[in-house]
């Protein structure tokens, strides 16, 4: 060959490496073919202006329309699914399902997907990215993730004696400190609450977590109920109800308003602490609700018995996949990766006061403009934040562990027994779903 | 022809050219009905009941499994609780509704001031969205805030926890339920309005006081209308839904909506079988429905074979 | 006895007799007027709701009316007004800003005279005020942009579907019921019982594979035709009702008629059905408050929000971790008027009508 073939050559192999080390900061614009409308539906949402906002924005530069339906009835979801016309994305408010619809073959899988399109996994915080997988491969991004923390009134804590900056750290200081925070009236009425472990609802994946157990194995194949620390767990929560009567806790606790409004027991400063997500600091809650409320947030306290579960806290939250029986899983792809990209991640988190799952994303100031709010961003991204794992009997678990935590906390059941009939019940449920 | 006599009559061997010409005539008519019956009856029912025999999955194929879903059923200790809770539900709400909407018909027919504003006001609530209906009564019920209990509290009782305590929850549904029973209170109040004035005089004139007159005239003579709506009452109760979803669903913000919360006290049969369903257990679900289905065909022959004694229909015969 | 004797047992009896029916009278006042209260209170406060504003939604003492801040305009601005106390006295103050537990207030007539405070010292004042703005706040809710859609979409839907489902049940119940009664053949009693045996069939029997006939078979998925055209081919329930009228039609008039030579079709239309106008009437009436109200169908068929009818529409107000009570009562209020004002109308017919489905046999 002639030198200036050979050069030639060398210039475009200089030059087209050159071109893709470009590429790997941008997304690489794969050519995609557009249908006339794409749908993305979405299963919360209490602005859906906003959100078709949002997504017109996509729409206009690619020249497609995108109908964002939301919020969606959970049965529509699974018939939608099931039949040939999907949705081409599936936003849900949680992973719970998801293990159960890749098993039943209702979900994309994402890797590839994810590759061709440009989305940087590396950008996903591990926590976050960890509960789309299943059996190893991708197939939910995280799109908005919440984590939980301690919530307490600086007021009462005031009142109570207590110094409003100091807030429990220990789960033993936590009892003493709600016994000091508790009013009960000379016939038993209880006229406030120092914390109740149930409320808004359970958590009790926080707690197990704090204790340094799960209900899964880290491979997902056993199931873990009749631990000691599920057990020590369940005991700790059962203490806040049965030290004033369950009956007058629960009756108190049904008294209280609704959760997105003042008179929500946290926020009508009937409840002294609260375990709750980061959205609560928000415009749609504390802070548009009650913003007389004078409070406090910071990790929820660990055992004092294992000071290096100190700051523990389980992920959740949002996810986004594109159903199986979509045709043109392209198209879906490319709109998945642009809700991916940090700018419209850091908008649409900042718009609902829900962390972003993107390092990047979590850079843009405006998380860091509400200090409470910062509190939740330093969780999420701490050494000890974990998540949950899924297998295909997930949804059973839960509503088994629902009612189990019910009894003990509702009924003053011993929570030994219970544990240990439901696992002898989910294990071989499990190992029957994960043979197929 | 009574069902009997058309059960017992010999079949004829051949068809006069009357009747063949009537047969073809018949059946013209109520073909639109036929053919529903076919493919939006008839069709899905045998998928249905194919489906309950198999473990069945969307994209791959089912498999058969033959009796193992309904022998799971058996085994299964929330579908021994939604049936309870449903039949507590049959048992008594549907004779309460029948009866306060009786009584309440009687009111209305008492010759008082002001009724036609009554009959409007206890007609009004029946039509009133479910939806709307049944969030209103979760804020009635509300343990401390809900007016109900600051009613009770006036005098000197202290209300329960309707809508978080197990043993009330079934309870405040009911009364809920009776809020809406207006479309039956009007349908018993045009019945004992056609009480012939004939039998009510002469049963005056026989000696019989007022409650006399209603236990031996009236309500034999509104009987039919009881059976009716006790059977209608009865299947319907069987496939309570709605109310009960509404409550799950309006109760704070649960990250996992658990249906039949409190404990599973309101976890009702169609609630349970919505559940199954939405857990892609189609199955297990379509198992649920078959089972439904045979309870309230039973239920319903026993109805009227034990109501023939009571019953009056006008014109003598059904 | 002596004639004054008699006379005088036979007074006292009749003033004791209307003595008696006069408590009855009184008793009976207070009965129907407590079980009125049962249900009249609920309903009233569904429509004072309707009125309220979020935040008075669920206050504590419940109150029936309305309240809401009170506003005091400072230059331009509306703020509320709070009483906070200040040195050991209680002012009326209006409220700059209030957030994290600290309030700023300003002295409303001198906007110069700036106090800061915890906000949990200071109370609001409330007054009585309608919120006009949550009928138009329901009425353009649900909206989901992107889409022209709004409450009239959903009220143009639910219209379209109680129409063709009357059409639809008229044509298909009235021949059927026809020639349950009205015609003579073989097999005919066991066919009626078996359309009646459908009514006992629970909806969850047959909901999947309707499903995915309608929506993968037919390709009707997401339009208003699942919901009307079943209605063309007749239920058990209207089919029972018309017969049950036919019935009291008595038969020799029928005779006379096929004696004249007239045809069966003839006789339905030209006999039977102007002597039916009352059952029809109540079926229309009642065929069009179930089509209202209908909401499994929909909720199960309908995805795409420009054909949603207005009972989904309602269950839009069902957030998922709130609900807006003010706008779904307002919502409900809007729903239920139309059949209010048909009620005061049509009162004969709607009673006539009920009374008829009261089936006397």
């Not at chain 1, 591990?126 to 009134?153: E, H, R």
């Not at chain 3, 700059?96 to 700036?114: C, H, R, S, Y």
Request: with cysteine.
């Amino acid at each position: 060959m002639s030198g200036k073939l050979v050069r030639l050559m060398l210039t475009m192999v200089m030059l087209s490496s050159l071109l893709m080390a470009c590429g790997k900061k941008q997304p690489a614009e794969v050519k995609v073919d557009m249908p006339a409308v794409l749908r993305v539906w979405i299963t919360w949402g209490d602005d859906p202006t906003q959100i078709q906002e949002l997504f017109n924005r996509f729409g206009e530069a690619n020249n497609v329309k995108v109908e964002v339906n939301s919020p969606v009835e959970a049965d529509k979801v699974i018939a939608a699914l099931s039949g040939t016309e999907p949705p081409d994305i599936l936003v849900l408010g949680g992973p719970d399902d998801v293990s159960t619809w890749v098993n039943e073959g209702l979900v994309a899988p994402l890797d590839e997907l994810a590759a061709t399109h440009g989305i940087d996994l590396g950008d996903i915080y591990p926590a976050m990215l960890a509960q789309g997988k299943y059996k190893g491969k991708l197939y939910a991004l995280p799109w908005g993730s919440d984590t939980y923390g301690l919530y307490w009134n600086k007021d009462l804590f005031e009142e109570a004696g207590l110094d409003p900056e100091k807030p429990p750290k220990t789960m033993e200081e936590m009892l003493e400190y709600a016994d000091k925070l508790t009013k009960v009236e000379a016939d038993g009425t209880i006229t406030q609450l120092g914390f109740v472990p149930d409320f808004s609802w359970s958590h009790i994946e926080q707690y197990v977590k704090l204790y340094g157990s799960y209900w899964f194995n880290d491979d997902g194949t056993k199931v873990q109920l009749d631990t000691p620390e599920m057990i020590a767990a369940l005991k700790w929560e059962q203490q806040f109800y049965t030290k004033y009567g369950i009956e007058e806790v629960l009756r108190f606790v049904s008294s209280t308003g609704e959760y997105s409004s003042p008179e929500h027991g946290f926020m009508a400063g009937k409840i002294a602490m609260m375990v709750d997500g980061e959205w609560m600091t928000g415009d749609n809650f504390i802070g548009g609700l009650a913003p007389d409320l004078w409070y406090g947030v910071g990790p929820i306290p660990y055992p004092a018995s294992k000071p290096e579960r100190k700051g523990t806290n389980v992920v959740g939250g949002t996810v986004a996949l594109i159903p199986s029986g979509v045709k043109n899983k392209d198209a879906a792809a490319k709109l998945l990766a642009w809700m991916m990209s940090p700018e419209i991640l850091a908008e649409e988190m900042v718009a609902n006061f829900n962390l972003p799952s993107s390092k990047e994303a979590a850079k843009d100031p405006r998380f860091r403009a509400n200090e409470k709010f910062a509190v939740f961003m330093d969780l999420a991204s701490s050494p000890n934040a974990t998540f949950h794992i899924f297998t295909p009997i997930s949804a059973d678990l839960l509503t088994e562990l629902d009612l189990i935590e019910q009894q003990v906390l509702h009924e003053g059941a011993d929570p030994a027994p219970l544990l240990k009939a439901a696992q002898d019940k989910l294990q071989p449920m499990l190992d029957k779903a994960l043979g197929q | 022809m009574t069902l009997t006599e058309t059960l017992v009559k010999p079949k004829r061997r051949r068809w006069s050219p009357a009747t063949r010409r009537n047969f073809i005539k018949g059946m013209l008519f109520i073909s639109p009905w036929i053919l529903g019956f076919l493919f939006f009856t008839l069709y899905p029912m045998a998928s249905s009941l194919y489906i309950s025999f198999t473990e069945h999955h969307i994209r791959t194929a089912s498999e058969w499994i033959g009796l193992e879903n309904y022998l799971n059923l058996l085994h299964d200790r929330r579908f021994w609780t939604s049936l309870y809770n449903t039949v507590y539900m049959v048992v008594i709400a549907v004779p309460l509704e029948l009866l306060c909407a009786f009584v309440f018909a009687v009111l209305l027919n008492l010759k008082l001031r002001g009724q036609s504003v009554y009959r409007l006001i206890y007609y009004l609530p029946s039509i009133v969205p479910l939806v709307a209906s049944s969030m209103l009564w979760m804020w009635i019920l509300n343990t401390n805030n809900g007016i109900l209990n600051v009613l009770l509290g006036y005098f000197g009782i202290k209300g329960p926890s309707w809508l978080t305590d197990p043993t009330w929850a079934k309870p405040a549904l009911i009364i809920m339920g009776l809020w809406g029973i207006g479309n039956t209170i009007v349908i018993y109040l045009s019945g004992i309005q056609d009480v012939p004035t004939s039998l009510l005089e002469a049963a005056e004139l026989d000696g019989a006081s007022w409650i006399q007159r209603l236990w031996y005239v009236t309500i034999p003579m509104v009987s039919s209308i009881t059976l009716f709506n006790l059977i209608m009452g009865v299947i319907g109760m069987f496939q309570y839904f709605t109310q009960a979803y509404i409550f799950a669903a309006a109760q704070s913000g649960r990250a996992n909506n658990v249906l039949g919360s409190p404990l599973d006290s309101t976890l009702f049969y169609s609630v349970y079988l919505y559940d199954r369903f939405s857990n892609l257990k189609m199955g297990y679900a379509a198992a649920m429905a078959w089972i439904l289905f045979a309870i309230i065909l039973v239920c319903t022959l026993l109805l009227l074979r034990f109501s023939e004694r009571w019953t009056y229909y006008e014109g003598g015969e059904r | 006895m002596t004639n004054i004797a008699r006379t005088m047992e036979r007074a006292l009896g009749r003033k004791r007799y209307v003595w008696q029916r006069a408590l009855f009278k009184v008793l009976g006042h207070i009965v129907v007027f407590g079980v009125g209260l049962f249900f009249l209170v609920p309903a009233l406060w569904m429509f004072f709701t309707a009125f309220k504003s979020s935040k008075d939604v669920f206050r504590f003492p419940p109150t029936l009316l309305p309240y809401d801040n009170q506003y005091v305009t400072i230059n331009g601005k509306a703020y509320p007004l709070y009483n906070v106390p200040v040195n050991g006295e209680m002012r009326q103050l209006a409220a700059l800003k209030i957030a994290e537990g600290q309030g700023t207030f300003v002295n409303p007539n001198d906007p110069t005279e700036v106090i800061e405070t915890r906000a949990r010292y200071a109370e609001p004042i409330f007054t009585i005020k309608f919120q006009w703005r949550n009928f138009s706040d329901a009425i353009n809710r649900g909206v989901r942009p992107g889409l022209k859609v709004n409450f009239w979409t959903y009220l143009k839907n639910s219209l379209i579907v109680a129409f063709f489902t009357i059409i639809g049940t008229l044509l298909s119940c009235v021949p059927a019921a026809y020639g349950f009664s009205r015609i003579q053949w073989p097999g005919r009693e066991l066919v009626f019982m078996l359309v009646l045996s459908t009514m006992m069939l629970p909806y969850q029997v047959t909901m999947i594979p309707l499903y995915l006939l309608f929506t993968e078979t037919l390709k009707w998925g997401n339009s208003l035709l699942p919901i009307i055209v079943p209605s063309f081919f007749a239920n058990a329930f209207d089919i029972f009702l018309l017969r049950q009228f036919f019935r009291t039609i008595p038969e020799d008039l029928v005779d006379a008629a096929r004696v004249d030579g007239a045809s069966e079709l003839h006789i339905l239309l030209k006999l039977i059905i102007p002597l039916s106008t009352p059952i029809l009437a109540a079926i229309t009436v009642f065929t069009f408050l179930w089509a209202w109200n209908d909401f499994l169908g929909p909720l199960l068929y309908l995805n795409n929000p420009e054909k949603f009818t207005l009972a989904i529409g309602l269950q839009d107000f069902q957030g998922q971790r709130n609900t807006e009570w003010n706008q779904l009562m307002a919502a409900a209020v809007v729903f239920t008027v139309p059949i209010i004002i048909a009620y005061f109308f049509a009162q004969r017919t709607f009673i006539e009508g009920i009374k008829l489905t009261g089936t006397k046999g």
